[in-house]
């Protein structure tokens, strides 16, 4: 069940130096952030290569070049862009702060879910990684934050919308094609199949955390009941959805 999952997830890491191309474009006068973004980049390369690898030993069988191509190929991202298609600096970066937080609980929650000491291993260390990044976009945020003024309840909009698109197409994509499911490609079954594995490997401690990083990226540092209320409902959403969809191959 991990096995599917973490494949799908190399596809995704790996992928990310058309992000770096991306995100310089959008701060194409900005060389402290691009500086930042191309090791950041780097970075997520790095870890799709690690699970690709875990991957393989695990799994001999899994052609990540092929399944890569197939990503690549099918699943296109708008490289030209020129402006955010948040619609200003401090949404994009807002967006991947809420992307960080996201990869950061996923792979805790890998590593708590599972034995294998390497995937472990492996886990603890692009979890780190991940949450450095969320620092780090978090820290670009704040400075743009002043310039461009964005209100409490759009950056809260902008959160909420990100966190949904989990359930979008790149996911659902990377799945299908790193555990070829059966063509043509069915992206609600790829993604139905995908939470079904990914949400049932959090644990509400993962959940909490990122409750606390999202308020953090908010501006709202004061803990309180609300977050751990936030976080009791996201977490039974989270195992309503993964226990609600039939198993699908893979
Ligand atoms: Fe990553
Ligand atoms: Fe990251």
Known sequence: MVLSVVRAASMVEYRS??????????????????????????EEIQHGRALAKWARLADPSFDFDGAFADFRANYELDLDAE????????????????????TSSFYSSIHDAVEEPVLKQVCTLIARDEFGHYGLFRRHMERYLT???LGIWSRIRIMVGRTLETSDDELAYAYHAANRLPEPYNRRAASEAYATRALSLYRPVHIKKGVIMAFKALGLSREGWWQDAIATAVYRIMQWRSRKVPQTPA
């Not at 130096?17 to 780097?42: H, K, M, P, S």
């Open 17 to 42: 130096a058309d992000y770096v191309t991306y995100l310089c474009n959008i701060f194409a006068d900005d060389d402290t952030f691009q500086d930042a973004a191309r090791v950041w980049g780097e």
């Open 83 to 102: 402006k955010s298609i948040r619609g200003t600096r401090t949404a994009e970066l807002l967006s991947r702060c809420m992307v960080e937080i996201g």
């Open 147 to 149: 310039q461009e003024k």
